[in-house]
């Protein structure tokens, strides 16, 4: 599955900066590049062994802003005292003087505080003196900020206009990226490496200085340094090593005007690289502060959640100064998505003293340094089962979807549909895309048999079916499963009553149950019959649901609990479909980023339950669990895009959409083109105006490619690999029974990658 590869990414032993060992994630799984995945790497001379970082934020148990200093770009203070600053990218020709001032001018009136442009040469830094002024004449001082890569020259020309300057440590000294393995046989060695960037970077602080400028020390994942890759692996560590490097030069010479961001186009990546800087920020005193953003999100939902699981999760742990939302959109539509994660960091910690404290816990279990999914029992099988109770919850994440009687009795072939279910002669089917399981909090009339026999259809699909205890003791349903709180269980000394035709309970906790209570749930001594077959985590209104989530967990790892856990969001009506998409990723993703849960179910009062299937499935796939759909990298666009990027992207994902377990990767440039495309299994890459290049992988393939004839030989390369399986037509809804289930089994057959 493709959560193994981030595991090998991730499980690395986290070093101090003086002394480590890289463990190799090994195989076809690895992150690891080059050298470092075969030689697993030299531990540090020092001989000093690795120190444990501990702390990467100022309270794991409520939100609380990490304090930094102040730093100023232009008239835009950059820091905790400070709101959390937008901003976004043009995606306009630099040289384009006037297409470029009008594309910032929108950009500020849709409210950024910083914008970003993308500078590739001599020409373009000509063009950014002739930008800043036109803006400047116009009654525009939005700060800008110039995008450097390859070429320190241009950044020290491009620093007399700009108010920042952005530095990728990745190939500021290297320049363009080749991949090429290099080998250091001691650390003194790979010091020397070190010589050659102060001699690029310093006179670029030294203008900085002179000019009152800012700069970003802008790690990304997809564009490590051979020199970094070689010695640190493609990890996170790597990211973190990478920046440091260039904030012990700032510091040598008396420059503190600067930001780090640790961008990758994973989240559970970005998450761990900002939590490892935040620790090293720790450990060396140092108060900079951070940019946030999850790079080649992609467009729509799925990008939206992308962004919401790694910026929200940071943002609850207090951590983020300035943000982008990278969508494959225009730049000003960035900027409400951007606004509205800022908003919900600010929320989290103005709750602060206001809304219910979350149940004093310490924290023991969870490892923020490492990825690795505990391990968590299905349901089984059991003697006297009448119904096949395996398919209540998946291997690789579960849905659980809301439903009410109503939408059974009326119109239950909707409602099969709006599951996720396939039909074959009107008849229900679990497909690659399915909910798991429906939960009703009112069991149907018993005279209802519309609703009884849409329920007894869905079981007989595999599709499980949880009620609400209290409603299945005035009207029974045979086969369902029990849904108690747990509070009231553990009141009536923790072993529930099974209403008659039930054999399998699940239990809601509320996050502020006491430890007796968790202790008793999750206690390693229950007999089969007598543990939850799963847990739903519904946090109590007023509860901090990351942070009794997290209290949760923590018994949950204590107790070596093998119960899985499903998160359960209610959201109120009327949030709107970007609000809700935003804060559902945020909240929920806050945990599986630590991989604290098996599975998701949201519902809000006017959400339909096709969109909640459908945004509980992104959930799971932007947090790297279970795998529905193609998974689409593509970059935001800048100025140095060679091709229509959401023409071409969506031209793509109309084509290679439905390929669950696919990851194909759309990439304007080669900045971080190849790099990002880590966990892709197609690359589409534009290297000159009309050609593209495609990828298997990170290898290049195909080379200059016809623009007009390119997405063809991408289906044929997918085609070639094994990869490809024809679209389902619209017929296949009044296909017979076994014609469909085939049709399912040959769609399943590519979730794994």
């Known amino acids: 599955m493709r959560s193994a590869i981030f595991v090998a990414c991730c499980l690395a032993t986290l070093p101090s900066a003086k002394g480590y060992s890289l463990k190799s994630g090994g195989g076809s799984g690895s992150l690891l590049r080059g050298g470092a995945r075969r030689r697993a790497l030299t531990t540090r001379e020092s001989g000093e062994a690795a120190e444990k970082l501990t702390k990467y934020c100022e309270d794991v148990r409520k939100t609380k802003r990490w304090p930094t200093q102040t730093v100023w770009v232009g008239n835009v203070p950059i820091g905790s005292e400070h709101p959390i600053a937008l901003q976004t990218m043009t995606t306009s020709d630099t040289k384009d003087v006037q297409g470029s001032i009008d594309q910032v001018m929108r950009i500020a009136d849709a409210g950024a505080n910083l914008c970003r442009l993308t500078v590739q040469g001599y020409k373009e830094a000509e063009a950014c003196m002739k930008i800043r002024e036109g803006l400047f004449q116009k009654g525009y001082d939005i700060p800008l900020v110039a995008d450097i890569h390859f070429n320190p020259k241009v950044a020290l020309l491009v620093a007399d206009a700009f108010e920042k300057v952005r530095v990728n440590p990745g190939n500021f000294a290297d320049g363009v990226k080749k991949f090429e393995e290099q080998v250091f046989d001691t650390w003194d060695d790979f010091k020397k490496g070190r010589e050659r960037i102060e001699e690029l970077f310093v006179p670029l602080l030294e203008r900085c200085k002179q000019n009152k400028r800012a700069i970003r020390i802008g790690t990304n994942h997809g564009s490590l340094s051979a020199r970094i890759l070689s010695f640190y692996g493609d990890t996170p560590r790597g990211m973190v090593e990478s920046a440091k490097e260039f904030a012990e030069i700032c510091r040598q010479n008396d420059f503190h005007n600067f930001i780090f961001s640790m961008k990758a186009s994973n989240p559970i990546v970005m998450s761990q690289a900002y939590r490892l800087l935040m620790a090293e920020q720790y450990k060396e005193g140092w108060r900079y502060p951070v940019h946030l953003g999850v790079t080649e999100a992609g467009e729509g939902e799925d990008g939206r959640i992308k962004s919401a699981i790694g910026i929200g999760s940071l943002l609850q742990d207090g951590i983020g100064d300035t943000i982008r939302v990278s969508l494959t959109e225009d730049p000003w539509y960035e900027l409400e998505p951007c606004r509205t994660l800022a908003n919900f960091g600010k929320a989290k910690v103005a709750a602060e003293g206001v809304t219910m404290e979350t149940p004093s816990f310490e924290e023991t279990a969870r490892d923020f340094t490492t990825f690795s999914r505990r391990e968590a029992d299905l349901p089984k099988q059991r003697e006297g089962d009448t119904v096949d109770f395996r398919g209540l919850l998946h291997r690789d994440g579960s849905v659980l979807a809301k439903v009410k009687v109503e939408d059974l009795s009326k119109n239950p072939e909707s409602l099969y549909r709006a599951l996720g279910c396939k039909l074959a002669i009107g008849m229900p089917f679990k497909d690659i895309a399915t909910a798991d399981s429906v939960v009703l909090d009112q069991s149907p009339e018993v005279e209802d048999a519309s609703a009884r026999l849409a329920l007894r259809r869905l079981q007989e699909a595999n599709v499980g079916v949880v009620v609400d205890a209290k409603t299945l003791a005035e009207r029974p349903v045979p086969n369902a499963v029990a849904l108690f709180d747990w509070s009231d269980v553990a009141a009536a000394g923790g072993k529930p009553q099974l209403p008659a035709g039930c054999s399998r309970f699940a239990v809601t906790l509320r996050g502020d149950e006491s430890d007796a209570e968790l202790s008793s749930l999750f206690s390693s001594e229950k007999n089969e019959e007598e543990r939850p077959e799963f847990v739903i985590y519904q946090s109590r209104e007023g509860l901090s649901r990351l942070h009794a989530g997290r209290r949760i967990f923590e018994a949950v790892l204590k107790s070596g609990s093998r119960i899985p856990v499903i998160h359960r969001l209610v959201l109120p009506e009327g949030m709107g479909t970007d609000l809700l998409t935003l804060t559902?990723?945020?909240?929920?993703?806050?945990?599986?980023?630590?991989?604290l849960g098996e599975g998701v179910m949201v519902e809000a009062g006017d959400l339909m339950v096709e969109d909640a299937v459908r945004m509980s499935f992104n959930i799971l796939q932007g947090s790297r669990m279970r795998n529905t759909?193609?998974?689409?990298?593509?970059?935001?666009?800048?100025?140095?895009?060679?091709?229509?990027?959401?023409?071409?992207?969506?031209?793509?994902?109309?084509?290679?959409?439905?390929?669950?377990?696919?990851?194909?990767?759309?990439?304007?440039?080669?900045?971080?083109?190849?790099?990002?495309m880590a966990d892709a299994d197609f690359g589409y890459v534009g290297t000159t105006p009309g050609k593209i290049d495609l990828y298997v992988g990170k290898k290049v393939v195909k080379r200059s490619v016809p623009e007009a004839v390119a997405r063809d030989e991408l289906v044929e390369l997918i085609k070639a690999h094994g990869k490809w399986v024809d679209p389902p037509s619209e017929e296949e809804e009044g296909e017979g029974e076994g014609e469909a289930t085939a049709k399912k089994e040959e769609l399943s057959g590519v979730t794994v990658a």
Do not use: W
């Open 584 to 595: 559902a990723g945020a909240e929920i993703g806050g945990l599986l980023v630590d991989t």
């Open 629 to 676: 759909k193609t998974e689409f990298i593509s970059c935001p666009s800048c100025g140095r895009t060679l091709f229509d990027l959401q023409e071409v992207t969506e031209q793509i994902r109309q084509r290679t959409g439905h390929l669950p377990g696919v990851a194909v990767a759309v990439m304007g440039c080669i900045v971080n083109g190849p790099g990002e």
